[in-house]
């Protein structure tokens, strides 16, 4: 299986600060990185999808970059709505019909 | 807009199959370029991908539960389901159904609210 390693598992933070997560593959993936933000009770929801592409309706401040096995999620000005888990996920597994994996999440907390 | 709610047992005794279902509105589960999924969420932890399924029925599953897992089609009503057989209390979570696209990019863009399955007898 493909690993996915995120950093850090939380962390604190103001609104307005520029706010910067990780995730690491075990193996390159190419491009097949996507973000999903968490809040509590709730369904994820897909912010970002092919590593880098803004999924529609989701603010300009989230941007995603990266390829292979290194990619990185970038909040640039936190919103007090924004405090939420994320989580990074790879689907490169479904060339290969193996086991699609998620990150450990990311907390950002106040 | 599709949406995508879950349905079933909150509360399953050990041992016994969890047996849950996915209802799809706003899309058909017979179009092409989907693969209807299963997610869950043990309390507290991250996401697990159980499986999913083609409209033409084909399935992949997660090893580490492939030998207690099936997943289903049903067109006529827009539905799929997960049974998931001999559970035990690391089986407790929320089970999410999605829809996974696939059209060289991949990911899920839609998610049902979810559904808290607790195992105890």
């Known amino acids: 299986d493909i690993q996915m390693t995120q950093s850090p598992s939380s962390l604190s933070a103001s609104v307005g600060d520029r706010v910067t997560i990780t995730c690491r593959a075990s193996q390159n993936i190419n491009s097949y990185l996507n973000w999903y933000q968490q809040k509590p009770g709730k369904a994820p929801k897909l912010l970002i999808h092919?590593?880098?592409s803004l999924q529609s309706g989701v603010p300009s401040r989230f941007r995603g970059s990266g390829s292979g096995t290194d990619f990185t999620l970038t909040i640039s000005s936190l919103q007090p709505e924004d405090f939420a888990t994320y989580y990074c996920?790879?689907?490169?597994?479904?060339?290969?019909?193996?086991?699609?994996?998620f990150g450990g999440g990311t907390k950002v907390e106040i | 807009q599709v949406q995508l709610q879950e349905s079933g047992p909150g509360l399953v005794k050990p041992s016994q199959t969890l047996s849950l279902t996915c209802t799809v509105s706003?899309?058909?589960?017979?179009?092409?370029?989907?693969?209807w999924t299963w997610i869950r969420q043990h309390p507290g932890q991250g996401l697990e991908w159980i499986g999913y399924i083609y409209y033409s029925g084909s399935t992949d599953y997660n090893p580490s539960l492939k030998s207690r897992v099936s997943i289903s089609l049903d067109t006529s009503k827009n539905q799929f389901s997960l049974k998931l057989s001999s559970v035990t209390a690391a089986d407790t979570a929320v089970y999410y159904c999605a829809r996974l696209l696939w059209s060289g990019d991949s990911y899920v863009d839609y998610w049902g609210q979810g559904t808290l399955v607790t195992v105890s007898s």
């Open positions: 996920q790879q689907t490169y597994s479904m060339l290969t019909y193996s086991t699609l994996t």
């Open positions: 706003g899309g058909s589960i017979s179009s092409g370029g989907y693969y």
């Open positions: 092919t590593a880098s």
